[in-house]
T-cell receptor
Framework: QQQVKQSPQSLIVQKGGISIINCAYENTAFDYFPWYQQFPGKGPALLIAIRPDVSEKKEGRFTISFNKSAKQFSLHIMDSQPGDSATYFCAASSKRDDKIIFGKGTRLHILP | KAGVTQTPRYLIKTRGQQVTLSCSPISGHRSVSWYQQTPGQGLQFLFEYFSETQRNKGNFPGRFSGRQFSNSRSEMNVSTLELGDSALYLC???????????FGSGTRLTVV
């Protein structure tokens, strides 16, 4: 019940296309859903996050869509660029449990 | 505001040796978590410290240990190193448990 399932494991998208990464969770106590972006040789960096009281959050080309009833959330990268090539991790955390659970990551490659 | 600092950045050790890694969190952050990252395994949670107390622990053998000092700086120690311990070790600090994790750039440990 503590798992966060992330898919796909890897993704190749043409420059200018839309990249979509999906995550699903079981624990209904989760109340914060961040996405992290990691470039080679660097630690993950917080990209965007959402709380379950909203269904969508947009920051520039990055959008999180959240479906509370389905217990799913996804990251959409619009107009994907080669510089977006990185590994993306979704995560979920709960103030009650004081834990953050990460998905296994998606390696995204944007073709120039 | 300085970020999370991990030292050293790179380390090469021989099987059977022990190693100590250091993490200085963002000023004011009291929670420090450690993760092991290997190709294909995502972020594996090691342990979390808060106010010098280990609050959560992952499923790693007792060879992996850690501690946190009164200034919130943390160290992790791995004894009797094995080849499989080769990984990127990441430290993350949080000012509020489970929210807004900030990662360091990691320590790349190679065991030969």
């Amino acid at each position: 019940q503590q798992q966060v399932k992330q898919s796909p494991q890897s993704l190749i998208v043409q420059k200018g296309g839309i990249s979509i990464i999906n995550c699903a969770y079981e624990n209904t106590a989760f109340d914060y859903f961040p996405w992290y972006q990691q470039f080679p040789g660097k630690g993950p960096a917080l990209l965007i996050a959402i709380r379950p009281d909203v269904s969508e959050k947009k920051e520039g080309r990055f959008t999180i869509s959240f479906n509370k009833s389905a217990k799913q959330f996804s990251l959409h990268i619009m107009d994907s660029q080669p510089g977006d090539s990185a590994t993306y991790f979704c995560a979920a955390s709960s103030k009650r449990d004081d834990k953050i659970i990460f998905g296994k990551g998606t390696r995204l490659h944007i073709l120039p | 505001k300085a970020g999370v600092t991990q030292t050293p950045r790179y380390l090469i050790k021989t099987r059977g040796q022990q190693v100590t890694l250091s993490c200085s969190p963002i000023s004011g952050h009291r929670s420090v978590s450690w993760y092991q990252q290997t190709p294909g395994q995502g972020l594996q949670f090691l342990f979390e410290y808060f106010s010098e107390t280990q609050r959560n622990k992952g499923n790693f053998p007792g060879r992996f240990s850690g501690r946190q000092f009164s200034n919130s700086r943390s160290e992790m120690n791995v004894s009797t190193l094995e080849l499989g311990d080769s990984a990127l070790y990441l430290c993350a600090s949080s000012g509020r448990e489970g929210y807004g994790y900030t990662f360091g750039s990691g320590t790349r440990l190679t065991v030969v």
